[in-house]
């Protein structure tokens, strides 16, 4: 597999988490009625808006090149607490998938930057 291909299945790989992510995070934001009730249910009913803005930011943390690390460590740390509680409410674990689209992303990522450093050195 080419370098460029790599980073185009990175790219696609990095937007559908962050997409989804987006469309939570404004729902939390404006406060849509479904976001309440199960936020509401499952005991966060004060921070939904403090969720929403973090949400947010962690994403655009991860989409901006400079700082995609420290948003990759945010959305980590996100995602594993909604797992958490998408685990303990018997809901299915949707967070997983995300985590996992995240980390694979973010691992071609890094390998392909490991690859050019590794040219450029030699």
Do not use: H
């Not at 403090?50 to 980590?76: D, H, M, N, Q, R």
């Not at 299915?92 to 390998?111: G, H, Q």
């Amino acid at each position: 597999m080419s370098a460029k291909t790599k980073r185009i299945i990175s790219i696609i790989l990095m937007v559908i988490p962050s997409l989804m992510l987006i469309m939570s995070g404004i729902m939390k934001v404006t406060g849509a009625e479904q976001i309440v009730t199960g936020l509401t249910k499952a005991g966060l009913g004060n921070f939904i808006m403090l969720i929403g803005i973090i949400e947010l930011v962690s994403v655009a943390l991860f989409l901006y090149p400079k700082t995609y690390k420290i948003g990759f460590l945010l959305l980590c740390s996100y995602l594993g607490g909604a797992l958490c509680i998408e685990l303990a409410g018997g809901q299915p674990p949707m967070a997983a998938i995300f985590i996992a689209l995240i980390w694979i992303s973010v691992f071609l990522r890094d390998k392909n930057m490991l690859v050019v450093s590794a040219e450029n050195k030699a």
